[in-house]
């Protein structure tokens, strides 16, 4: 297993010098970029803009492009030098493929630099906004497998009777209600939109959770996370509970299990003993996927929200104000992430099946 793992963390490296390589050379055809942003805003008036740019003046490596050698005509009537004094502090004064060498090189040792229009490194604002995408993720990602495993065992088990009739409604409407409609419907019904005032409307702890004893700061951190946790479970748990029961009743069908109950296995040894390993493999396999696309891109619109300032609403801001050192970290940090994760779920298939071995289907 050493030998398989190894390997698996040595084809990471191409991996993700594609995902950069390829993300790179799209942001060179992107219109418009930093350099234009900035320009944009001063001829919005004062206060456009210049007071957020950050590094006071020194070069900062490790941008994209996008336009980078355009002709700025929001330029005109600027000092002379301007534009080139930008783009030098930017890192856009170089060459394309010399950018992304330094940039890689820097990524290397995890030195991401500074964002371009925030005063505070990529690391620090990362670190920042992580809380709440790691809150709404996990409980998210942990509450429907907590939910839908057991129910879509049930229903394998019950298949064609009222109980997975009903249920399958359920699950039905719950797929087809988009995230953010049923985050919506939450806000109405329970954060003081039309009907009850149950739940705050914003953050994932009051402004006093400091001054809090450690029971009042459990209670009031899962008071907050209760409706955009509850929002993002609900197409996670359709899906899932739907994987999980089709995953159970193939299994059930197997010759093998014919034979188990032929031997005079009660039901639930036949099931748990040997179908629930076998079946299981499937629902793992999909974790990756779902924790991922909760994490880093499901939870954008919930954080919109429900006013959560969360790495989904980060990238998407970066990207809108091309902060390239923002969205080129968060990409490879999180492509990394990604990755490690595919990994892990490997480990964990050998875990629950040890009749699974990489190495000899590599060989």
Known sequence: MGAYVLRRLLLMIPTLLG???????????????PVERVLAQLNEGPGGGMERLSGGGQEVTGGGGGGAGGEYQAGRGLPPGFVEDLQKQFGLDKPPLERFLIMMKSYLTFDFGESYFRSISVV?????????????????????????????????????????TWTSTVIVVGYAIPAFLFAI??????????????????????????????????????WHITLPVAALTIAAFAQLTLLTKNSFLDQIRMQYVMTARAKGLSERRVLYGHVFRNAMLIVISGFPGLFISVFFGGSLIIEYIFSLDGLGRLGFEAAMDRDYPVVFA?????????????????????????????ESRET
């Open 185 to 222: 419907l939450l806000m109405v019904l329970f954060a003081g939109g039309s009907y009850w005032q149950w739940f705050p409307l914003r953050g994932i702890v009051s402004d006093n959770w400091q001054q809090l004893g450690w029971w009042d700061r459990i209670v009031d951190y899962f």
């Open 19 to 33: 995902i950069m390589v390829i993300n790179f050379a799209l942001v060179q055809f992107v219109p418009g970029g």
């Open 124 to 164: 620090d604002l990362v670190l920042e906004k992580m809380p709440v995408s790691i809150t709404l993720g996990l409980w998210s990602t942990l509450i429907a497998y907590l939910i839908s495993i057991p129910l879509g065992i049930s229903k394998a088990v019950r298949d064609g009777t009222a109980f997975d």
């Open 330 to 358: 968060t990409l490879y940090v999180f492509g990394l992430m990604g990755l490690f994760v595919q990994l892990l779920t490997d480990l964990t298939y050998v875990l629950i099946d040890p009749r699974i071995d990489f």
